[in-house]
């Protein structure tokens, strides 16, 4: 009688899982996602009149947001737009950085111990050649993956808690600081100060990017020797 409350329970968390997947892609498609760019100097007035809680509002809706799938270099190019670059960054990158690890949370409290008893060669994600432990997830990071189904995969894993948020917080800066310097580039009035900030985050997407690919190779270098 146990065992099968046991398995009911866990169909019922698997199934309100994809429920949850399902919804939420459906939700973020029908988003009017191009207006929110369009709409960004209307959503800067709007959280100036909320004085200093701007930035909790803004963190707090980017972490809910990204939980259900929307993307991040949407929230990061706003951000720019409503806070400038450094303040920008720090909010949404921590804000989109929540709403992944709530989706991460979710997923492996609502699926993780059915999937690992029906398909457990989905643990190999998280045990991958390229690399173990929080490289495991600054590689996934590096996957043309939504950042939902990305998120979902990792809860689904092996990968613990605090790998989680090194590598996440890793694998978000290349195109995060590109994104949020875009959007900060945006507001410039002046021609050749835009031109700055393009510049700028052209060559900090190519440094980022080219730093985590060399501590990956290099982490794989390491485990092919040992």
């Known amino acids: ?5 046991s398995t009911l329970s866990k169909k019922i968390a698997m199934g309100s899982l994809l429920i949850a997947v399902v919804g939420c892609s ?10 929110v760019l369009n709409q960004s100097h ?11 809680a701007a930035p909790a509002i803004f963190t707090l ?20 737009v409503v806070f400038g670059f ?8 921590f804000g989109t950085l929540l709403g992944a690890y709530g989706t991460f949370i979710f997923a492996r409290w609502s699926g993780r111990e059915y999937v690992q008893q029906k398909f457990p060669k989905i643990i190999a994600l998280s045990q991958g050649t390229q690399a173990r432990g929080w490289r495991s997830v600054l590689f996934m990071r590096q996957l043309p993956i939504s950042g939902l189904y990305n998120d979902i995969l990792l809860g689904l894993s092996t990968v613990s808690h605090g790998d989680f948020w090194i590598g996440s917080a890793l694998g978000f800066l290349p195109l995060g600081v590109t994104a949020t310097l875009i959007g900060a580039g945006a507001i410039q009035a ?3 100060h835009l031109a700055q900030y393009l ?3 052209a060559c900090a997407f ?10 990956l190779a290099q982490r794989q270098r390491k485990n092919s020797v040992s």
């Open 1 to 5: 009688m146990a065992e099968s409350t």
């Open 26 to 35: 459906f939700l973020i498609y029908s988003l009017p996602l191009k207006d």
């Open 42 to 52: 209307q959503i800067k007035l709007w959280l100036a009149e909320t004085g200093y």
């Open 61 to 80: 809706a980017a972490a809910l947001l990204t939980a259900i799938g929307m993307p991040r270099l949407l929230l990061c190019s706003l951000a720019g």
């Open 86 to 93: 450094t303040w920008g960054f720090v909010w949404s990158h």
């Open 190 to 192: 002046d021609m050749s």
């Open 199 to 201: 510049g700028i985050a």
């Open 206 to 215: 190519f440094l980022l990017t080219l730093s985590l690919k060399w501590i």
